[in-house]
Structure formats: structure tokens, C-alpha cells
């Protein structure tokens, strides 16, 4: 004996069956299913999101004021509990100052600008490189020659020199570092946009009457985009390793702002007596960084067609 399904509960259940297939069967779910089946790079996503909660809630979870100082704990090597209460697990500074909550103060500023210049960069970047590569001509041709002055500089010392100038502040350290950084996914974008120029459903899009800025915005940028956020995740650890390195020349990030930079700068003169004041700086600088490598590249490896099998 059979029972009846109501034919509204059946419909109801065939049309989500197809919604649902079709998301799982989207090319972004299978390749985000490549970049879980990367355990290394999986692991290094959940690492990098941790860097980003612990930024976002440092004030929740910071055992001390990072900016308070005692001289009576100056140079107070690592202790987890001292009198039963609560110690300094990574040590004090040279003015008193807990370091534990000091790098996680500073994960705020290194995430912070890393954001804000990939944000900046890669939406230059993309008009820049949208224009370059679909007008072409004289376009094409300034915008080409201003990337290859740019890339002509070393990157540190051309933001070295306009910090200088500009002077030091957030403001500023994502302005010169962003100043360049624009010029790589420029280059991606354009080389994609010179590729997906010339496909037939642009050709179609052409026949149809549709303008220039519709086709470069509805039909050609979001077929490009993958490769492009692979290569800002990618260049967002190399923004971090360069406003640590402001910081440490004393360019970036003013005192008594926590900056893992300043921090290991601070440390410089204790290395023998107090390691710890500059190597828990610098392993965060480390952890940060080479987790964002790998979880981009695993990124690279699930999103490009090129590392496909």
C-alpha cells in the first residue's frame, strides 16, 4: 500500500531539488570544494580567520591595557600566573607594557591597512585595467607606460619616500602603499580583459547594441574576477610585510599605537636580555603572513583553470 505525496509538497520538493543541484554544481561551490579538499590550505583559511576575529573582538579578549605602563614590570619575562591571578604569558616591554595584548592590538592595524590598500589597489586597478584593455589605442598605451615606471621602483623605498614626504598616520601609509600596488592587478586585469574581449558572448553583447561601459561592466568583469581576487589575497601578505617595515623604521605607525613593526623595532636592543619583546612580534608577523601565502594558494590552485586537471 502506497501513500499519496500531496501534489503541492511534491512540487514543492522538485523545484528546490534543482535550486539546490544547481548550487552545488555552480563552478564557484566545485571549486570551493577543491580549496576544502586542500587540507594545508584549509587550515591556513582557519588561521587567518582567527588573526581577523581576534582583531575585530582584541578589546573582549586582551588581558591588559596595551598601552599601560609600570616600570616595575619592565622587561617581565613570559608568566602565565603570578599569585594566582592572571600574568603576562608573553612578557612585558621595556616601558612595562603586556605584550600579549599589544600583538593583538596590533593584528588590528596590520589587518586593517592590509584591507584597506587591497581595497583601494584592486578597485584602481580594475578601472585601470578594464580601460586599458577594452579601449586600447592611446588608453592602453598611457596606462601601460605609467605601470611600467611605477614597476621600475623598488616598492619599499618609493613608499619609503612618499611617507616621507606625506609623513606617518594611517592615512597615509595606505596611500603610499597603495599608490603602487595598483599597478598589479592592473596588469591581471588587463591581460584577462585583452582574453575576454574577443569571446563570443561579447561578440553577441556587441551585435545586441550594447555600449562599451555595459560590456566591460556586465559582461566582462565578472568573468574575470576569480583570478583577480586570487591575486589580491596573494598581495594583501606582501601589504602586511610593508607597513611592518614602515613601522619598524619609525614611519609607520606612531607610538604608543601597537604595531607588530614597532614592536620588534622596540625589541631590537634586548635581544639578549629580553628575546621576547621582539620574537612574539615577529612570530605573528611570520604566522599571519605565511598563512595568507598558502590560503592564497590554494585559492590559485582551486579557482585558476590552469591548475585544473
Known sequence: MTTAVPASSAGASSAASPDRAARTQSPFWR????????????????????FVVMAVAAPLIAPHD???????????????????????????DALGRDILSRIIYGARISIF????????????????????????GWVDTAISRLVDILLAFPYLIFAIGLMAMMGPGLSNIVIALAYKEWVIPCRVVRGETLAAREMEYVEAARALGAGRARIMWREILPNIL??????STIRMANVIILEASLSFLGLGVQPPTASW????????????EAWWVSTFPGLAILLLVLSLNVASQGLRDAFDP???D
Request: proline share 5%; aromatic share 8%; hydrophobic share 55%.
Open 306 to 308: 590552469k591548475f585544473h
Open 31 to 50: 571549486n570551493m570544494r577543491k580549496f576544502a579538499d586542500n587540507r594545508l590550505a584549509l587550515a591556513s583559511g582557519v588561521v587567518v580567520l582567527l
Open 66 to 92: 596595551p598601552n599601560a605602563t609600570d616600570l616595575f614590570r619592565r622587561l617581565q619575562p613570559p608568566a602565565w600566573m603570578a599569585g594566582g591571578e592572571w600574568a603576562y604569558p608573553l612578557g612585558c
Open 261 to 272: 613593526g614597532s614592536m620588534v623595532a622596540d625589541g631590537r636592543a634586548f635581544m639578549l
Open 226 to 231: 576569480s583570478p583577480v581576487v586570487v591575486v
Open 113 to 136: 591597512i592590509g584591507t584597506a590598500v587591497i581595497l583601494v589597489a584592486t578597485t584602481i586597478g580594475i578601472l585601470a585595467g578594464l580601460a586599458a584593455g577594452y579601449l586600447r
